[in-house]
């Protein structure tokens, strides 16, 4: 039985979400190991996004099962309302998986994207923006300069070609530089970098005196939710290793695949050591008394090999007991 009248009744409005929805899915199982500098990263992200984004927006963190002290910082950051909404999976649902949730339930008629290891520069929103109504029938835009295979962007060749008043260039534009600073956040030794580097081709299109890079990242893109929706759900049977799916669906529907000329975003990985920008704000975010060789890169091969196989081994085990299973 009903006693009296909900108040909620007698309310005219309610709150809107904000025209661009910032959406990053965070996932850091424990405090170690490969994770040992995640959560500092994930900081480092969130408080670059507080800081430097120039356009309204709804922040959106979308957690697929991390550790309790990730958690603790996510539900302190949406209780000071820095995260206006916050999705909290009990199992990891795998990156698609959480795209495929992110995809359709965003608030925001635009979604920025992030892997919860980007760091963002001031103003990256609306030059992002910019760009996606500058072009039509845009399916994603990463703010920085990237190579990437064009196999996953062989319908921007063909707009390229086809447009009247796109110049398409190929040859070689990317500068070392840039192509290392990035490839290094991968992980890859410079002598695995320098190897690419020199066998590859950049292809560009030139559209009102800019020049883009064709192709995008995974890892950060602005793009309309229509869009998006229109290629979900995406398969997900593994914690990572499909989100190639989203690149072939958007390119397969005739969408464009672009990156911009200037740095906008840094893919940072699992560590702080790597970006050049961060280095003066390195030593306040590490623990004092870290080894001085903490994240130097292993040289040696087999090493890496037989690091990467513990670190691996390692992993399950944990991820084993935390659900319970043998």
Known sequence: MRIG??????????AQPAKITVAVITYIPFLGGYYAESLDVLKLCLDSILQNTDLPYDLLVFDNASCPEVRQYLRELHEQGKIQFLWLSDKNIGKAGAWNILFGGAPGEIIAYADSDVYFYPGWLSALVRVLETFP???????????????????????????????????RFL???????????????????RQHFETRQDTCLVFQGERYYIGAGHFQFVARKQVLQKVIPLPSERPMGQVRALDIALNAKGYLRLSTPNWWVQHLGNTLQGADFAASIKQEKREVGRGKGHGRPLRNKLLRRWVAWL????????????????
Do not use: I
């Open 5 to 14: 009248q909900n108040p909620a009744k007698f309310v005219n409005e309610v």
């Open 311 to 326: 670190n691996h081994q390692t992993f399950q085990w944990l991820y084993k007991a935390e659900r319970g299973e043998n």
């Open 137 to 171: 029938e845009v399916g994603m835009v990463t703010g920085m300069p990237l190579w990437s295979p064009l196999e996953y962007s062989d319908h921007t060749v063909r707009w390229a070609k086809e447009q009247a008043g796109v110049e398409l260039q190929e040859g």
């Open 175 to 193: 500068a070392w530089e840039d192509y290392w600073r990035h490839s290094r956040s991968l992980g890859k030794t410079e002598a695995e970098a």
